[in-house]
């Protein structure tokens, strides 16, 4: 398949795994598009204008024509110069590698990944947080992340995959909603009691199982395997990075028992301690992988002959 259409179905898959509803997800796109046209002529030089179609500013095509045609990818969860060059090695040898796709942004999708984060405010909401309430603490959290990410060299693996003329693209925010969507189902349908059980749950599918032979399985950050569950939310799954440490009070007065998150800052982990909310730490790079298991599927049904693991993605294709 092109480039082109390999990217628009990765965005299409992001939207129908989104916490929020399509009609949100429309009027996300529709506010983009009025703060385009309301922008001085000199403004519009520096707008980044995927953002008019794609809700995610975290996943863009970074190098590359559109009009390419891909049916090898390399897929990793982080691809960076050393696998650039690693893949360039392997073209070398007759690999026929046509696309780089790294999971975490890099270049514009990585100086842009704040634009994502308000999709938390949906996530937090539906877990019975006030909107207000969550609105105010992104708000503060997103400030932060801008000026946390601008010094950053964002624009270095670019150099490396332009100058070797791989193509490069990067799905984030896509592949972390299909990964939430498909906990979220997992957790529905397990309907565990316990967090032992939430654990269980995550045992059933091959990423998490994988990492656990590796070393790493999901673990509890706060609460034990004998811990009362209550109600189940995934909100440490997708929108950019972590959000507020702040929201567990809320959390709590919203009733929620036990929280799934990829991976948790310190701070966090002392606020839902102190709030008594279960943490179950499904595990990064399982989460990611799963996330991006879910996109190399789709990508496969649509014509992609075959994906090569590196970077630290592991492959499993589901039916
Ligand atoms: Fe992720
Ligand atoms: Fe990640």
Do not use: W
């Not at 992001?14 to 385009?36: M, N, T, W, Y």
């Not at 006030?130 to 150099?159: T, Y």
């Not at 966090?268 to 879910?294: F, P, T």
């Amino acid at each position: 398949m092109k480039l082109q259409k390999l990217y628009e179905l990765a965005v299409q898959k992001g939207i129908d795994a989104d916490p929020r509803s399509k009609s949100e997800v429309a009027d996300f796109l529709k506010k983009e598009k009025e703060v385009f046209t309301k922008l001085e002529k000199k403004e519009k030089e520096f707008f980044d204008s995927a953002c008019l179609q794609n809700p995610y500013s975290d996943t863009r095509i970074l190098v590359g024509s559109l009009d390419s045609e891909i049916k090898k990818i390399a897929v990793g969860i982080d691809l960076e110069a050393t696998e650039l060059l690693l893949i360039h090695e392997l073209n070398k040898s007759g690999a026929k590698i046509d696309l780089a796709l790294s999971h975490h942004p890099e270049g514009i999708a990585l100086a842009k990944l704040d634009g994502v984060m308000k999709l938390q405010e949906d996530l937090y909401a539906q877990a019975g947080v006030p909107v207000n309430v969550i609105e105010k603490l992104m708000d503060k959290e997103i400030q932060k992340i801008i000026r946390a990410i601008h010094p950053i060299n964002h624009s270095k693996n670019i150099d490396v995959a332009r100058l070797l003329e791989i193509p490069y693209a990067c799905t984030h925010t896509v592949a972390d909603n299909m990964a939430y969507r498909f906990v979220e189902k997992l957790i529905a349908t397990k309907k565990p009691k316990t967090v032992g059980e939430v654990i269980d749950a995550l045992l059933t599918e091959p990423e998490f199982t994988e990492s656990a032979k590796r070393g790493v399985p999901p673990i509890t950050f706060v609460g034990n395997k004998n811990s009362r569950a209550g109600k189940v939310v995934v909100t440490g799954f997708t929108g950019g990075t972590s959000g507020s440490a702040e929201v567990y009070e809320s959390m709590k007065h919203a009733g929620v028992g036990t929280e799934i998150a990829m991976h948790m800052k310190p701070e966090a982990q002392k606020e839902a301690e102190k709030n008594h909310i279960n943490v179950v730490i499904a595990g990064h790079i399982a989460s990611d992988s799963l996330g991006m298991n879910l996109l190399c599927d789709a990508f496969q049904k649509a014509g992609v002959k075959e994906i090569v693991s590196l970077g630290g993605f592991t492959r499993f294709a589901r039916k």
